[in-house]
Structure formats: structure tokens, C-alpha cells
């Protein structure tokens, strides 16, 4: 029913055989398979999202509209020191983009903090930017120093007790933004995708907002469905991150 599409660079796809706009192309053929009811694209560096892979997204009735775009940071000098090609202001104006091109959009990110040389300067511009950016759902982790990579020798190591504590801050405020997210979500109506039900008719769902075994979940009580049906909810409530639904 889902078909999930995920690769170190999703949007690079054809590259190798000089396809221009491979994915986009990739995608418009997937659609036409008829059992394919959800197609969602995993792993999209900023740079590969071009005007018309968002055109085939924002008019496809299967591909849904969320859009996993793991940025890393967005301070300029630490995107340059990560051989990153993208820029603080490129990432803000694509965002905008997406957002305003795309109903409905669910957008999720991957960043890493404490990365060599990271300041508290650099790492505030961080947290502004992720909290002008709501993202529905983040992924963060710590730089770890990966032995035989350019970073692991760079100077300027940060101590492993201050990328914890800016992690934690991070989340701590990506954490109110999903709260919030959820919060307005109380009442309304979502699509569902039933993953499983168990003996007490609990069934754990996804609508198209939600990525298999990454993020959050539905949850819904009393659930007549069986895994693999779509079925119409009702939110009435959440659970810090997972949606507390009924079914209509």
C-alpha cells in the first residue's frame, strides 16, 4: 500500500546515466502502478529538491506531502567545514518555497550538533533557525569523530558534556513545537494507514504526516480495522508525540 523511496541521496537518482531529474521522472512512473497507493520520498538534500521534483509532489495524488530534508546545520562556515554545497540562505528561501507550494506539507530534518569548531554563537543560530522553521518532526544527534575523516582531525573538538547539553536544548525545543503541532491537530479528520492491531483491538496507524518505524504514530482505541486498510480518524487527543485517534 506504501512505498517508501530512500537512498544516501534520494534526489540523485539517475544521475549516473545523465538523467535529468531522474526522481521526478522515477516518480511519475510509480504512480501508475495501481496497487501503489502512498508514495513517500525519504532523504532529500536541499540541493536535489528542484522546482520540478516540488511540481511533481504538489500535483501527485499519491505522492505525499512530506518531504524528509536533513540539513545539518545552517551556519555557513559549519556547512562549508561539513563539505556541505548548500547555504544558511539557500535552506531558508527553499523552505519558504516548499511551504508555500505544497498543501499541507509535512517537513522533516536531521541535525547535528557539536560538530568541530561549533561555537555558542554558531549553535544559537541553530536553535533560531529551527525554531523559525517548525519542522514536524527532527531528528539530532551529537558529531561523533569517525576515525580517518577530515573532522575527526580537525582542532577546536567540542567537549562531549556541551553537545549533550545543546542537544538536549534542541530537542527540548523542537519538543514544544511538535507539542504545539499536536495540540492544534485535536479535532480534526486524518487518513489513515493501519500498521497493526493487537488482541485488545489497539491499533497503531500512520496518517501521511507520519514515516514507518521513524516517526511518531496514531494511535487508535477500539480499532475495527486490520493491518494494511486506510480508514477515516478522528484526532481527539495526543500523547507527547503520537496522535490519540478514533475511528469514523
Known amino acids: 500500500k506504501e512505498l517508501n523511496i530512500i537512498a544516501q541521496d534520494t534526489a540523485y537518482y539517475g544521475k549516473d546515466i545523465a538523467l535529468k531529474d531522474g526522481l521526478s521522472q522515477l516518480l511519475t512512473k510509480l504512480e501508475k502502478i495501481a496497487s501503489i497507493d502512498w508514495i513517500r520520498v525519504m532523504y532529500l538534500y536541499p540541493l536535489g529538491i528542484t522546482d520540478r521534483l516540488i511540481n511533481t509532489i504538489k500535483k501527485s495524488d499519491k505522492i505525499l506531502h512530506y518531504i ?12 562549508k567545514d561539513m563539505y556541505r554545497p548548500d547555504t544558511k540562505e539557500q535552506i531558508y528561501q527553499l523552505i519558504e518555497k516548499l511551504k508555500e507550494q505544497i498543501d499541507g506539507l509535512v517537513l522533516r530534518t536531521t541535525i547535528i550538533v557539536g560538530f568541530p569548531g561549533e561555537t555558542d554563537e554558531q549553535f544559537q543560530e541553530l536553535l533560531d533557525f529551527v525554531k523559525w522553521a517548525q519542522f514536524d518532526a527532527l531528528g539530532a544527534f551529537t558529531y561523533y569523530a569517525e576515525q580517518g575523516t577530515d573532522a575527526a582531525e580537525m582542532k577546536n573538538q567540542v567537549p562531549d558534556e556541551i553537545k549533550q547539553q545543546r542537544l538536549d536544548k534542541l530537542m527540548l525545543a523542537q519538543q514544544e513545537i511538535v507539542f504545539e503541532k499536536n495540540k492544534n491537530k485535536v479535532g480534526s ?14 491499533g497503531t496507524a500512520r496518517y501521511y504526516g507520519q514515516a514507518p518505524e521513524i516517526d511518531s504514530v496514531c494511535i487508535i482505541n477500539d480499532c475495527n480495522a486490520v493491518a494494511g486498510e486506510f480508514i477515516k480518524t478522528k484526532v481527539t487527543d495526543y500523547d507527547n508525540y503520537d496522535l490519540i485517534v478514533e475511528q469514523i
Open 189 to 202: 479528520e486524518l487518513l489513515c494507514l493501519v500498521d497493526s492491531v493487537d488482541q485488545q483491538k489497539c
Open 68 to 79: 524528509d530534508m536533513p540539513v545539518q546545520h545552517i551556519n555557513n562556515k559549519i556547512l
